[in-house]
C-alpha cells in the first residue's frame, strides 16, 4: 500500500493563506471570551438551551439574591390568597364575619386559613366554603413546609469565606522565578483538608482558525494544607515543567491568559465542603515584588493577624 504523498510547496503556501485570514478573526473575539468569563452566569445568554425556573426550582431558589427572593415570595403569597378569596367570594353568604362583595374580608379570612391562625372572627360554614378552606389547608401546609425549608437551605449554604490577594506576584529568587498568591481564612474557626489546584487557561488559536480554551495545570509547592487557620502563600515554580516557561507577556496578553484558582475545603464547625473560586488576569501581576507579612506574634504569645495588610506588597 502506497503511503500519503507530501503536500507540495504551493499547497503549503495555500494553507498558510488560509490560516493567516482565519487568524486575525479568532484573535478579534479573544476579548468578548475574556468578557464571559469574568462576569457572572447571569449576564451569560444562552441561545438554544431553555433555563426555565420551574424546571429547576430548588436550584434557582437557593441562587437568586436575597432581595429577588424576598420580592418573588411575596408576590406568590398575594397571588395565592388573592385566588382563594376569589373563590370564597362566589360562596359570600358561607363565610361569616364577612361583608358579600368585599374583597379584602375574604382576602384576610384566606391569611388566616393559609396560616392556620384562626382567630375565630370569620369561619366557613357551607359545604362549598368548608371545601375550599380544606385545600387551602393542605396547600398552605405544603406551600409553607417549602418555604421553611428554602430559607433553611439558603441561611445553611455552606461559604468559604476565603479572601484573596488582589494581585498575583512573580519574582526570582536567585536563578529560578516563581509565581505567588495568597489566601486567608476569614472565620475564627478553621478550613481543615484544603485543596488548591491552579491552572493557566488560555484561548489557543487551531489551525483551522478556531478558538479553544486549554487549561493547563500549574504545579503548586504545597497543594494540600491540612489546616488553614490564618493566610497561606501558594507558590508555583516556573522552570522548565511550567507552562508559563518561555512565555512573553505580549504573548499572554494576545492569548487573554488567566490565572484561575481553585480552593475546597471542609469546615470543622459544620462539617461541610466549602468552595471558592477566583481568577487573574496578567493586568493583575505584579512583578518583582513580595507580600506584606500580616501575622506578628507579641510578648506575651499572642497572635496578632492585620488583614488591613493582606493585600499589601513591597517591591524588591
Not at 484573535?27 to 468578548?32: I, Q
Not at 364575619?97 to 382576602?107: A, H, L, S
Not at 496578553?253 to 481568577?279: C, M, P, W, Y
Request: hydrophobic residues 45%; aromatic residues 10%; positive net charge.
Amino acid at each position: 500500500m502506497g503511503g500519503a504523498s507530501e503536500p507540495s510547496g504551493q499547497q503549503k503556501r495555500t494553507g498558510k493563506r488560509l490560516l493567516a485570514a482565519h487568524v486575525p478573526q479568532a484573535l478579534s473575539r479573544l476579548r468578548l471570551h475574556r468578557a464571559l468569563e469574568g462576569r457572572s452566569d447571569d449576564n451569560i445568554v444562552r441561545v438554544g438551551h431553555a433555563d426555565r425556573a420551574w424546571s429547576d426550582f430548588y436550584h434557582h431558589a437557593l441562587t437568586i439574591r436575597w432581595s429577588s427572593f424576598f420580592w418573588y415570595a411575596l408576590a406568590g403569597y398575594i397571588v395565592v390568597n388573592a385566588a382563594f378569596a376569589l373563590l370564597y367570594m362566589m360562596v359570600p353568604r358561607e363565610v361569616t364575619g364577612t361583608r358579600p362583595g368585599v374583597f379584602w374580608d375574604y382576602f384576610f379570612f384566606s391569611i388566616q386559613t393559609f396560616s392556620t391562625v384562626g382567630y375565630g372572627v370569620m369561619a366557613p360554614v357551607g359545604r362549598a366554603a368548608h371545601v375550599i378552606a380544606s385545600c387551602e389547608l393542605l396547600g398552605g401546609m405544603i406551600l409553607n413546609a417549602v418555604a421553611t425549608g428554602l430559607v433553611f437551605a439558603r441561611f445553611a449554604r455552606p461559604r468559604a469565606r476565603l479572601m484573596f490577594s488582589n494581585s498575583a506576584l512573580i519574582r526570582k529568587d536567585g536563578d529560578t522565578a516563581h509565581l505567588s498568591l495568597r489566601i486567608a481564612n476569614r472565620r475564627l474557626s478553621p478550613i481543615l483538608s484544603v485543596d488548591v489546584e491552579l491552572f493557566l487557561s488560555r484561548l489557543i488559536v487551531q489551525p483551522n482558525g478556531r478558538l479553544a480554551r486549554q487549561f493547563d495545570p500549574l504545579v503548586l509547592v504545597q497543594s494540600h494544607i491540612p489546616v488553614l487557620r490564618f493566610a497561606f502563600s501558594l507558590m508555583h515554580v516556573i522552570d522548565a515543567h511550567s507552562p508559563l516557561n518561555g512565555l512573553t507577556i505580549e504573548a499572554l496578553h494576545k492569548e487573554e491568559a488567566e490565572i484561575v484558582l481553585t480552593v475546597t475545603g471542609t469546615d470543622e464547625v459544620s462539617g461541610q465542603s466549602v468552595f471558592a473560586r477566583t481568577a487573574y488576569g496578567f493586568d493583575r501581576v505584579l512583578y518583582n515584588h513580595r507580600f506584606v507579612d500580616i501575622i506578628d506574634a507579641s510578648a506575651d504569645g499572642r497572635i496578632t493577624v492585620d488583614y488591613t495588610r493582606f493585600h499589601a506588597t513591597e517591591g524588591e
